[in-house]
């Protein structure tokens, strides 16, 4: 059924003046002129069949049926004003960003600083998709990827964000009970394997131990075997991403310079595609900050430097 109701700008010409008390302050509001408004009363007056204002010799005063209608008015347009509110904001403010990534990168590294991305651009909502299968960005809801290999994919554009550098960590404490003091000492021990086995072949090649050295621990893959490392369970293989972190709080060590290049960490979208506003900026922040990691990473593993004469940090850190 259709509604039949007066016009909406003499209804909201009369809230005004009723609500500001002044034809004047009203016109002011609404950015009309004093006659407009005057006019759209009148049209009201008419319509209803009752005077909405009584001229006196100081001015105008609302009536009984004025100051009823004008609270009714005066509710509904704050109802409309909140309901319009609540539906633009998020379209014409807040920006959505599908983010999918590596598992064990955003449980992490990325996941913990997601509030500082946050804090610097609150009108961007992430929505993060861990998983390890490759998204097809012609036919899902996905903006950007975070893909960890060699930055070979298809129907994608890649821009590589960092290296994976493979080191050997274990806690402190473990190290403390099993202590090595060359690689070949890690014949025998408890060693917690990757369930990708080329992980440990290429690190015990480049440690020069290659088939005298066997992973014989339990078998995890990525953040488990670093919690498994960090629980004292045995010496574990992580890329310098992943276990940074722990490094820096000193929850890991890592008892050998030995640092193995492998693959990487690549920032993917869809081939061709425009770059949304949103992924841009995120792009920008997470470079950014990987930078910045990195940096802190390499001045943590740097030799210590006392006045002129350099000296190297102990095996231990």
């Known amino acids: 059924m259709a509604r039949r109701l007066p ?5 909201k010409a009369f ?21 407009a408004i005057s006019r759209h009363i009148r049209t009201l007056e008419s319509e209803f069949r009752t005077p909405l204002f009584e001229r006196t010799g100081r001015g105008v005063v609302l009536t009984e049926a004025g100051q ?49 991305f946050t804090e610097l651009h609150p009108g961007i909502d992430i929505v993060l998709d861990p998983s390890h299968r490759l998204v097809d960005f012609a036919k899902e ?11 070979e994919w298809s129907g994608v554009d890649v821009r590589k964000l960092a290296d994976a550098g493979l080191m050997l960590v274990s806690s402190p404490k473990f190290l403390a009970d099993n202590p090595l003091s060359a690689p070949a000492d890690l014949d025998g021990a408890l060693l917690i394997q990757e369930t990708a ?23 995890l893959n990525g953040d488990l075997a670093l919690a498994a490392a960090e629980a ?12 940074g972190d722990a490094l820096l709080a000193k929850r890991l060590v890592r008892p050998f310079h030995i ?16 770059t949304p506003d949103a992924a841009a900026v995120f792009e920008t922040w997470l470079t950014a900050e990987l930078r910045t990691f990195e ?18 940090k102990p095996p231990i850190t």
Request: proline share 4%.
């Open 68 to 116: 009823s209608l004008a609270q009714e008015l005066t509710k509904g347009f704050d109802l409309i004003a909140a309901a319009s509110s609540r539906f633009a904001r998020p379209s014409r403010r807040r920006k959505r960003l599908v983010v999918t990534s590596d598992v064990s990168f955003a449980a992490l590294w990325l996941v913990p600083r997601l509030g500082k």
């Open 15 to 35: 809230e005004a003046a009723a609500r500001l008390s002044s034809f004047s302050r009203a016109a002011e509001e609404l950015n009309v002129t004093h006659a």
């Open 7 to 11: 016009p909406l700008n003499a209804l």
């Open 259 to 274: 640092v193995v290049s492998r693959q990487g960490y690549y920032l993917v979208s869809r081939a061709g595609a425009k």
């Open 232 to 243: 004292g369970q045995g010496f574990a293989l992580a890329d310098q991403i992943q276990a």
């Open 197 to 219: 086995k080329e992980c440990w072949n290429a690190w015990l090649t480049a440690a020069g131990i290659s088939g005298r050295v066997v992973p014989s621990g339990p078998t």
């Open 295 to 312: 940096a802190t990473l390499a001045a943590y593993f740097a030799p210590a430097v006392f006045g002129t004469k350099r000296v190297r």
């Open 141 to 151: 809801d996905v903006d950007i990827g975070i893909r960890f290999g060699g930055g």
